[in-house]
C-alpha cells in the first residue's frame, strides 16, 4: 500500500512532542487534527485534555503549563478554531509561558479558494509566537529531512527555550486521516537538542554594576511576576541582600518570594500618597527583577521619581522599560543574576534605608491592622478573610481587575502558597480556564478568586474541572473596578457600559458544570460557609453577594487611614 504522507507528518510531530519532552496536550475536536489526536494516543504517555472551545482549551494549556512548569501542546483543527487561541497566546507570549501551539491545515493550494474551515492560518496569531513553521505531508527524503529539521529549529529557537514564549506550527494534512491499517510509531528520532541562551552571565560584565551597588546609599528593588519555582529559589539569595544597609526589597504578590527575604509583599499599601514624602525613598540604584508589575502607584511614583541608575533582570533579550528610564538591561534568569552578585555584595554602613523602609512599613501595617479589625462586609472584607483562613500549600490564581489589586494589599503568612495571575495582558477571558489547568496538574487545591463580570465571561472554562478546583465568585453585580478607579463614574450610562450592573448569579451554572454550591451575603455566614469551603473535597464555587456601591467607599476608607498621620 502506498504510504500515506499525512499520517508520517503526524507520526513526526507527535515524535518531536515526545522528544522534546511535552506530556500535556490539549485536543480540540475537529477532523483535520485526527492524525495527530490518532498519533498521541499511539502512546501511553501523553496526558490527553479535550476541550471544545479553543479559546478555553488554550488557557486551560496555559494553567497546565504553569503547573508543570513544562511547555504544553494545543492543537486544533483547521479554520477559525486557531484564532479562538489568540488570547491565551497573547497571553502566554508576555506571561512568558511556553505554549505550543499546533493547527491542522487544509492543503495550501486549497486556501482561499471558498472552502469550509479553511483561512490563512501561518502565521495567524502574528508577532505573538516566536514563530509559525509550515509542515507538509512529505513526499520524498528530502521533505522528512525539512520536516524533521523545521521542528527542530523551532524547539531550539532562544525565545522558545529561554524566554519561555510560544511557538506555532501549522501542519498541511490530505485526505484520508483515517486509515486503521497505519502503524504509529512515536520514537526517538534524533531531533536537535535545544540550549539554552542565557544560562550563564559573566561576572566581568556585572562588575560595574556591583560596585555601583556597593557604592550606593539607597538600591531599590521591585520584584515582579515570577514562576512559583523561580520565587522559591530567588528567595534565600534574596533574603541575604535584604539585610544590606543600603537595600530595601518590595515583591509583587506574583513574585512567589517567600515571606523572610523582602521588606514588604503589600506595595500599594506602603506607597505614601503625597509625591514630597517619596523624597527620602527615591532611589540610587532600581532593579526590576522578573515580569510584570501589578502595583500602579509604584510605577507612577518611580516613573515620576526616577532612580540615578535603573535596571532591569529577566529572562529574555528584550526587556521593558517599566519604570521609563532603564539604563541597564540584562536578559537572564532571575537566579541566575541572584547567585552570581549576592556573594560580591557588600554593606554600605553610611546608608540607613533598609532601616527606613522597615519602619515606614511597620507604621503602616499597625494602620492596616486597625482597619481589619473594624472592617466591614465588603470586598475588602473577602481578601482579608482568605488571608486569614487560606490552609497551608493552596495555590490561589487571582482574577484581573479589583480581584488582584485587592490581593495585594494582604499577607499570606501560609506555608507554601503559590500565586498565579494571567498578568501578561491582564485580559478577564481566560482566567477561570487557566485555574481549571493549573488545579488538574496540582496535587494541592487551587482556589480561584474571580470578580463576576470575569467568571460569566469564561464560562466555558469551568468544564471538566477537577474536585481541588474551588472558586470563590465575588458578585458585586458589575466591573467594580469602574467604581474604585477615578474617572468613569463620570461617564454618561457608565453602568451600563463600564460597569455592565446585572442580577445574574451562578447558582444554575454551578450545577450545570458539576460544582457544589454555596452562597454568603453577610460577615457571620461568610466566615462559616468559608470554612466549609476550605474543607471540602468537592468542587466548589462559593458566591459572595457584596456591596457594589459600599464597597470601593471602604475602600477608599481604608487608604485614608493608611495615609493618616
Ligand atoms: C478580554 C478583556 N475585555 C475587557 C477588559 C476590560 N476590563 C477590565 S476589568 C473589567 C471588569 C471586570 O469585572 P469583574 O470581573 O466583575 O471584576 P471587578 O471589577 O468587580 O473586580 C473589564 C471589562 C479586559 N481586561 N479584558
Not at 218 to 237: I, P
Not at 429 to 442: I, P
Request: net charge neutral; aromatic share 10%; proline share 4%.
Amino acid at each position: 500500500m502506498a504510504m500515506n504522507s499525512s499520517l508520517e507528518l503526524a507520526n513526526i510531530l507527535i515524535s518531536g512532542l515526545a522528544y522534546y519532552g511535552i506530556s500535556d496536550v490539549v485536543v480540540s475536536p475537529g477532523s483535520r487534527n485526527a492524525p495527530l489526536v490518532n498519533a498521541l494516543q499511539s502512546n501511553p504517555n501523553f496526558n490527553c485534555h479535550s476541550v471544545i472551545d479553543e479559546r478555553s482549551a488554550a488557557f486551560i494549556a496555559m494553567g497546565i503549563a504553569l503547573a508543570t512548569e513544562k511547555p504544553t501542546a494545543i492543537i486544533c483543527t483547521s479554520g477559525t478554531a486557531l484564532l479562538n487561541y489568540a488570547p491565551a497566546v497573547c497571553e502566554a507570549y508576555y506571561q512568558g509561558v511556553p505554549l505550543v501551539v499546533i493547527s491542522a491545515d487544509r492543503p495550501q493550494q486549497w486556501i482561499d479558494q471558498g472552502d469550509g474551515q479553511t483561512i490563512r492560518q501561518l502565521n495567524a496569531l502574528g508577532s505573538y509566537v516566536c514563530d509559525s513553521i509550515q509542515l507538509n505531508p512529505p513526499k520524498t527524503d528530502e521533505d522528512f529531512w525539512l520536516i524533521k529539521r523545521k521542528i527542530g529549529e523551532a524547539f531550539c529557537l532562544p525565545q522558545f527555550v529561554s524566554e519561555k514564549r510560544p511557538i506555532h506550527i501549522n501542519c498541511s494534512f490530505e485526505e484520508p486521516f483515517y486509515d486503521a491499517s497505519y502503524k504509529f510509531e512515536i520514537e526517538n528520532r534524533n531531533f536537535r537538542e535545544p540550549f539554552p541562551l542565557s544560562s550563564q552571565v559573566s561576572i566581568n560584565h556585572l562588575q560595574p554594576l556591583i560596585n555601583k551597588l556597593n557604592e550606593a546609599k539607597k538600591v531599590l528593588w521591585v520584584v515582579g511576576q515570577l514562576e512559583v519555582s523561580t520565587g522559591k529559589a530567588a528567595s534565600s539569595l534574596l533574603s541575604q541582600i535584604r539585610n544590606l544597609p543600603q537595600h530595601a526589597i518590595l515583591a509583587e504578590t506574583t513574585s512567589n518570594l517567600g515571606s523572610e527575604c523582602y521588606h514588604t509583599a503589600c506595595i500599594d499599601r506602603n506607597i505614601v500618597s503625597k509625591e514630597s514624602d517619596f523624597e527620602v525613598f527615591q532611589p540610587d540604584v532600581l532593579i526590576h527583577l522578573g515580569g510584570a508589575i501589578v502595583s500602579k502607584k509604584i510605577k507612577k511614583l518611580l516613573r515620576s521619581n526616577q532612580a540615578k541608575y535603573s535596571v532591569r533582570i529577566h529572562n529574555t533579550a528584550f526587556n521593558e522599560d517599566t519604570f521609563q528610564g532603564l539604563n541597564l538591561a540584562i536578559g537572564v534568569e532571575a537566579v541566575v543574576f541572584l547567585k552570581e552578585i549576592t556573594s560580591m555584595l557588600e554593606p554600605n554602613s553610611l546608608s540607613n534605608y533598609n532601616e527606613l523602609w522597615k519602619k515606614h512599613i511597620s507604621k503602616i501595617d499597625k494602620k492596616h491592622s486597625g482597619f481589619e479589625y473594624q472592617c466591614p462586609w465588603s470586598d475588602f472584607y473577602i481578601f482579608l478573610c482568605i488571608s486569614k483562613l487560606l490552609p497551608d500549600f493552596w495555590n490561589i490564581y487571582w482574577g484581573n481587575s479589583s480581584v488582584i489589586r485587592y490581593a495585594q494589599l494582604f499577607n499570606y503568612p501560609q506555608k507554601g502558597i503559590t500565586h498565579l495571575a494571567n498578568r501578561g495582558t491582564s485580559g478577564i477571558e481566560g482566567v477561570s480556564s487557566s485555574a481549571n489547568g493549573y488545579a488538574r496538574k496540582s496535587s494541592n487545591p487551587t482556589l480561584l478568586v474571580t470578580g463576576d463580570i470575569s467568571f460569566f465571561y469564561d464560562i466555558n472554562g469551568l468544564e471538566a474541572a477537577s474536585n481541588n478546583l474551588k472558586i470563590i465568585l465575588i458578585n458585586n453585580s458589575g466591573g467594580n473596578i469602574f467604581r474604585i478607579i477615578d474617572g468613569p463614574d463620570k461617564m454618561k450610562n457608565f453602568d451600563r457600559f463600564l460597569e455592565t450592573t446585572h442580577n445574574k448569579n451562578a447558582k444554575h451554572l454551578a450545577h450545570h458544570y458539576g460544582f457544589h454550591y454555596q452562597t454568603a451575603t453577610g460577615q457571620q455566614d461568610f466566615q462559616e460557609e468559608l470554612k466549609k469551603f476550605l474543607t471540602s473535597d468537592k468542587k466548589t464555587i462559593l458566591e459572595v453577594f457584596t456591596p457594589r456601591i459600599e464597597s470601593p467607599a471602604i475602600l477608599k476608607d481604608y487608604f485614608k487611614t493608611l495615609n493618616q498621620e
